[in-house]
Every structure is written in C-alpha cells, then in structure tokens.
C-alpha cells in the first residue's frame, strides 16, 4: 500500500472520528399559551401543521409534558433553570421595570452550554427582568432580538394601561414603541434571525432558543398567513408558526446539520381560556393557563434527534421543561454544579421507545406562587382545596376577555391515566394513596415553602435585584 493511500485512509478515519465527536446542537421552540391540543399530531382542527406532523414522526410525542408553573416568567424560570420557580424565586409574570428578575448566580441553559463553547441565541419573548442586569446578553446568550416580555403588556392592552413595547436587539432598544404592524411581523422576525444564526454557527455547536410571543394574545399574524384557516386569526397564527418551524427544520437539512441536532418543540403554558376564539385548546384537560389542573401545565411536546430518538414514538411518561436543563447538559459533556440543587432529570432513557421506561420523578408538585396546590405520583394526583378563576365559564371573542368565574377545588384524587379531565375523585376508594401523597406534598412544604400553610422552604434561593447604584435616590 502506498503512502498516499495509507494517508488518504488515515484521514478519513480521521474525519469520521471527528464527525461522531462532534458536540451536538440544541434547538427548543418555546410557544406562548400554546395548548396541548393546539398541534396536529394532538388532533388540532381548523388548520393544517404539516412541520409538526413531520416533527412527531420523526422522533417522539409526549402526552404527559408538564411545565412547573402554568404562567409565563415562572414557566421560563423553570425551563432555563431545570428548577421549579418556587426555588429561584420566580413567580407570576413579571411586568415592565420589574425590580426582581433571574439571579445572576443561576446557571441557566444558555451558561452551560456557553461554558463549552457553545454559539447561544435567544429570539423572542424573554420575560425574566427587562433591566440590563436580566437581560439575555447578561446570562449566557450571545445573540437576543425580541421582546422584554409579553405582547400585551403595551397600550393596547385590553384590561390594563402599560409602557411602551420595546423590541430589544442584543441591549439596545430597536423599537421604542412595538405598533400592531410590527407584531404581525415578530414570527417572520424570529425565524429570520433563527437561520441567520445556523447559518453563522454551522461549524461549531450551538445552542438556539426560540420563545414565540404567539399565540398570547393580542394576536398577530403577517400577510403571507392571514384569512388561510377554517380557524380565524388563532388558526392563522398557528399555521405561522409551524411554518417557523418548519423554516428551521429546512435550514438544518439544508446545511446537512439535522442528524446532530436535537429539536425540541413545546409551551410555557396552557391556553388562555378566558379569550374565547382567540385562544387554543387543552384538549382533553380540564381549565387552561393560571389553574393548576392539567390544561395549565400540561403542554404539547415534541422532541426530534435522528438515531438518537425513536422515530414515531409516544412517550407516556410524567417529563418536565425542568427536564432540558440536565438533559443537554449530558450530552454537551457539561458539568453541573453539585452544590446547586435542580429539580429536573436526564429524558435520555425515554428516548430509547422503550414502554417499561418509568418517568424519574417521584413527585411532581402543582403550585400557584408560593401555594402547593397538588402533588403528582405516577397516575395519582392529589389536588389540595384551593380557590381559582376558572377560564371556561364565560369566554371572550374577538380578542375580548370573557368573565372568569370564580371557584373552590376541595381535596380529591384523581387517576390521571384513567380520568385525564379531573372528574372523579377517587379518595375514599384509595386512602393509601392519599396518605403517602400527602407525605411528599410534606417533602415540598419543608423544601420549597406554602404560603397556604405558612411554610417558608429551606432550599428557596432569592430572585435578582436591581444593583444598588440602579435604583434611584430616596
């Protein structure tokens, strides 16, 4: 064999070695107030999501997604944090000059992956502090166009008179005063910026997080999608985003980049009921966003990675937003800092399709601010009594809120398996069950606190302020 050819076959050798070693991408698509059965693979009506279809096929459906608050700056908490908001003291949604937002000693998605060389962006809502201390640029994100937080918190606000929009590219404020022309166009925005930037980092990993501000209402959708669903304005913006979704699947094809990329697709909430035909579906789930039942924080999920996950898979299994943090993690060769608890685990055994893979949570706690409101075991789940605003009583149309009706859960137990709606408590029938839920709900009172109960948590770390030299004179 001649030198050239031992050379040759060296450096191919070489070049395949360093394909398998290459660090993988990460993409999460993160929707606003989308509901579990706002997609097609969930059996959406009224509008077509050919990329999501393709996006389920082509790796798994999960039917028991859960986010650990069911309300927008606490839910992202939770996603970039891997912890529930209750322990980094994030709750509600945060409005324009919050005076707390994300601490800067959390390690949030974006660092970790940072701290391995990882190419970062962020395009879309942010929506944990809008003072230069919790902007995006300050945590790990190298790259941010987007909104502060969410699109109604401007004049047009139905209910409410708030600030000025802006739209903030990297620190600086590139649109003072958001109109109702540029919302129409933030989901072409965000999508441009998103192929822009794989387009950039091709050739290093990279991680890309794209927070819609759709379909949170006031909704918009641009020319190219508007009057195209049986659906109205709502089907119309849906129909927007998965053609987003679908620019980006593209773009990873494109640049040969897919079979090393994980593709995540999911929602920081359920749907807000209250806004009739301008809001989405729960599907099978009973209330929406800002209620603790399941069609608050249960949400659509898809994951995608060729040869990694099983393709047209369903996993049935309890997993979490708090999930992504632990998750990419592992698989960019991060390490976690030990002394810093986090709440969520590794998804990676799910992705096998194996059925006898059992979730890893123990408990799953349901919680309002600082009320726990109910804890989940497997199929049981123990809601606590507790006073709502029910979201489907009197719905609004046309970009209207309805009324919200106010009402009192009692303590139940609820097979979620056998009863997904949360309409027959099963409690007498199963007070052992009862009882050891009431154990691990002790467990959370005793880490993560209940104002219900008068209960301060142990592990509870603080939010972020603004600096001292921030703050005006008194």
């Not at 773009?251 to 980049?257: F, H, M, V, Y």
């Not at 949360?422 to 209940?450: C, F, I, M, N, T």
């Amino acid at each position: 064999m001649s030198r050239a050819t031992t050379l040759a076959i060296l450096l191919c050798i070489f070049a395949a070695t360093a394909a398998v070693a290459a660090p993988p991408n990460f993409v999460v698509i993160f929707c606003d107030d989308l509901g579990y059965g706002d997609i097609g693979p969930n059996g959406a009506k009224g509008y077509a999501t050919p990329a999501l279809d393709r996006l389920a096929a082509e790796g798994m459906r999960f039917t028991d997604f859960c986010v650990p608050a069911a309300v927008c700056s606490a839910s992202r908490a939770g996603l970039l944090t891997g912890c529930y908001p209750q322990r980094v003291s994030i709750l509600g949604a945060l409005g324009p000059k919050a005076k707390v937002g994300i601490h800067a000693e959390e390690r949030l998605i974006s660092e970790v992956l940072k701290e391995r060389g990882y190419a970062t962006a962020i395009y879309g809502k942010w929506h944990l502090g809008d003072h230069p201390t919790f902007l995006p640029t300050r945590h790990g994100f190298d790259d941010y166009f987007g909104l502060p937080y969410s699109n109604d918190m401007w004049p047009f606000h139905p209910t409410a008179k708030f600030i000025p929009l802006p739209l903030f590219d990297k620190e600086k404020v590139a649109i003072e005063a958001v109109t109702a022309d540029d919302q129409r166009q933030l989901t072409t925005w965000y999508t441009e910026h998103a192929v822009k930037f794989i387009e950039t980092n091709r050739d290093r990993p990279f991680f890309l997080y794209v927070p819609h501000s759709m379909p949170h209402v006031p909704l918009h959708v641009s020319d190219k999608f508007a009057g195209k669903t049986k659906r109205g304005l709502f089907g119309d913006v849906i129909s927007e985003i998965d053609w987003s979704v679908g620019q980006i699947l593209e773009t990873l094809d494109r640049l040969k980049l897919a079979e090393n990329t994980l593709v995540v697709f999911t929602s920081d909430n359920g749907p807000w009921l209250s806004y009739g035909d301008h809001a989405g579906s729960a599907g099978p789930f009973r209330e929406g966003k800002g209620t603790t039942w399941e069609g608050g924080h249960r949400v659509p999920c898809l994951m995608r990675w060729p040869g990694k996950i099983a393709a047209g898979k369903t996993c049935d299994e309890l997993a979490t937003t708090m999930d992504l943090l632990p998750t990419l993690a592992r698989h960019s060769g991060a390490k976690l800092d030990a002394g810093r608890k986090i709440d969520g685990h590794d998804l990676t055994p799910f992705w096998s399709g194996d059925a006898s893979v059992r979730s890893a949570y123990p408990a799953f706690y349901y919680y309002w601010a600082y009320g726990l409101e109910g804890v989940r075991s497997g199929e049981w789940k123990l809601v606590f009594p507790h006073s709502f605003n029910s979201l489907i009583g009197t719905p609004g149309s046309a970009g209207k809120p309805g009324g919200y009706a106010s009402a009192r859960a009692s303590r139940a137990l609820y097979n979620l398996k056998a009863d997904s709606g949360e309409k027959q408590d099963v409690s007498a029938e199963h007070p052992d069950v009862v009882a050891r839920l009431e154990r691990l709900a002790e467990a959370a009172r005793e880490d993560l606190g209940d104002s219900y109960s008068m209960r301060k948590g142990k592990g509870v770390r603080p939010a972020g302020t603004i600096p001292a030299e921030a703050k005006p004179s008194p």
